[in-house]
């Protein structure tokens, strides 16, 4: 009976505790990264380029950037997002692509602001994260912890592990008191 309590402990806290240390080292390592926002539009080719360039630098500068994306040709929210966020900056959107970098902006894009771009993320990396520039920050209506593609389901996940390891446990208990009882 103590063999069988002692493993089903184990067992519980060996599925939980991964959960919940790997959720927070990720999320904390999310944080550190600087965030760009890029707004764009389905079918654009200049946001294309935009895109490739930024998967191109992924592998070297990955570890330094979150890529915020908000489409805004098919998605009226993100659309007015883009002109909260320049009436923010106090710029006139002239289009997509739209990137912002901590306190600077690039409108369209052409492969000559790649080094620009590059320069500004390992700048801003550079920033204490408490100090960093973000423009989201500074829009009226924005809730700046929430952005349009990053979903963080690992809570999510461990209420359901948790959930079912306490139907589980239940389970194997009442199959135990019965097993005993016969």
Do not use: H
Not at 109 to 115: A, E, I
């Amino acid at each position: 009976m103590k063999i069988f309590k002692f493993l089903i402990i184990l067992f519980v806290g060996i599925l939980l505790i991964p959960n919940t240390v790997f959720a927070e080292e990720s999320k904390e390592e999310e944080n550190q990264k600087v965030n760009i926002y890029f707004f764009y539009g389905d079918g654009c080719g200049y946001c294309a380029s935009a895109e490739e360039f930024f998967e191109s630098i992924q592998e070297e500068y990955g570890d330094k950037f979150n890529l915020v994306m908000y489409e805004t040709w098919n998605d009226t929210d993100n659309a007015e997002l883009m002109d909260a966020v320049a009436d923010a900056r106090k710029e006139e959107p002239q289009g997509v692509p739209y990137i912002i970098i901590g306190d600077q902006s690039w409108q369209g894009y052409d492969s000559t602001y790649n080094d620009e771009i590059i320069d500004k993320i390992e700048a801003e990396y550079k920033v204490a994260v408490d100090n960093r520039y973000d423009i989201m920050n500074y829009v009226d209506g924005i809730d700046p912890t929430i952005s349009s593609n990053e979903e963080s389901y690992a809570g999510d996940i461990a209420a359901v592990i948790a959930i079912l390891l306490v139907v589980s446990g239940v389970g194997l208990g009442i199959w135990y008191a019965r097993s005993k009882a016969s």
